[in-house]
C-alpha cells in the first residue's frame, strides 16, 4: 500500500530557531513530491514540488530536500517566525495524475 | 488568494438527507478535487475530473458523487448524508502533474 509517514506528529520552537520535518514515502511508481502549509480554518498552501530527479527547492526560508533512492524528503525552515506556526503536509504524487497520498502532518508552534 | 471558492462555507444537515457542495474556480485549470479532511487522517481524495464531464473515483468515493458541467465548477453531493460523512471538504483545483495547485478554505459539514 502506497504510504507517506511524517515526523514529528508535533514540535514547538522557539521564535527565531531553524527546525527541520520529515517525510518518508512508499509510493511507487513517483512522480513527485510537494510540501504545503496549512494554517488553521484554511485550505493547504502550497511551499515546494520536486520531481524525482531534484534533490533541492527553496522557497524562501524553507527548502525541501529528497533522497528519492531511500524515499525520505524532509522540509527545513530557518529563522522560524509567528506565523510559520501551522500544520505542514507532505504529499507523494503517483504517476497517474489523479492520485496523490498525503501525509498526516506535522503540526509546527512558534512561540515568542 | 487563487480564485477558487466553495460554497457553503458551513452546513449543519440531519441524516437521511441529501447535501450538496459547490467548488468554483476562475484559473481555468484543467482538474479538480475533492477531499474530507479528518483527526487522525491525512487529506483523502473522494473524487477528482480531469475535465467537463470526465470524473473519477478517489479512495473514500462511498456515498458520494460529482459533477462537472462546466470547467469553472465541480459540485459534491452526498446522496442520503450520514454521521460518518461529517468533515471538512476541501476542493482543490490543478493542472495534472499530481498533486493540486491551490485549495479553497473548506467546507464544514456536520451531519446530525
Known amino acids: 500500500k502506497n504510504q507517506v509517514e511524517q515526523s514529528p506528529q508535533s514540535l514547538i520552537i522557539l521564535e527565531g530557531k531553524n527546525c527541520t520535518l520529515q517525510?518518508?514515502?512508499?509510493?511507487?511508481?513517483?512522480?513527485?513530491l510537494r510540501w504545503y502549509k496549512q494554517d488553521t480554518g484554511r485550505g493547504p498552501v502550497s511551499l515546494t514540488i520536486m520531481t524525482f530527479s531534484e534533490n533541492t527547492k527553496s522557497n524562501g526560508r524553507y527548502t525541501a530536500t529528497l533522497d528519492a533512492d531511500t524515499k525520505q524528503s524532509s522540509l527545513h525552515i530557518t529563522a522560524s517566525q509567528l506565523s510559520d506556526s501551522a500544520s505542514y503536509i507532505c504529499?507523494?504524487?503517483?504517476?497517474?495524475?489523479?492520485?496523490?497520498?498525503f501525509g498526516d502532518g506535522t503540526t509546527l508552534t512558534v512561540k515568542p | 488568494d487563487a480564485g477558487i471558492t466553495q460554497s457553503p462555507r458551513h452546513k449543519v444537515t440531519e441524516t437521511g438527507t441529501p447535501v450538496t457542495l459547490r467548488c468554483h474556480q476562475t484559473?481555468?485549470?484543467?482538474?479538480m478535487y475533492w477531499y474530507r479532511q479528518d483527526p487522525g487522517h491525512g487529506l483523502r481524495l473522494i473524487h477528482y475530473s480531469y475535465g467537463v464531464k470526465d470524473t473519477d473515483k478517489g479512495e473514500v468515493s462511498d456515498g458520494y458523487s460529482v459533477s462537472r458541467s462546466k470547467t469553472e465548477d465541480f459540485l459534491l453531493t452526498l446522496e442520503s448524508a450520514t454521521s460518518s460523512q461529517t468533515s471538512v471538504y476541501f476542493c482543490a483545483i490543478g493542472v495534472g502533474e499530481g498533486s493540486p495547485l491551490h485549495f479553497g478554505n473548506g467546507t464544514r459539514l456536520t451531519v446530525t
Open positions: 484559473e481555468n485549470h484543467r482538474y
Open positions: 504529499v507523494v504524487s503517483h504517476t497517474n495524475a489523479g492520485k496523490s497520498t
Open positions: 517525510c518518508n514515502y512508499t509510493v511507487s511508481p513517483f512522480s513527485n
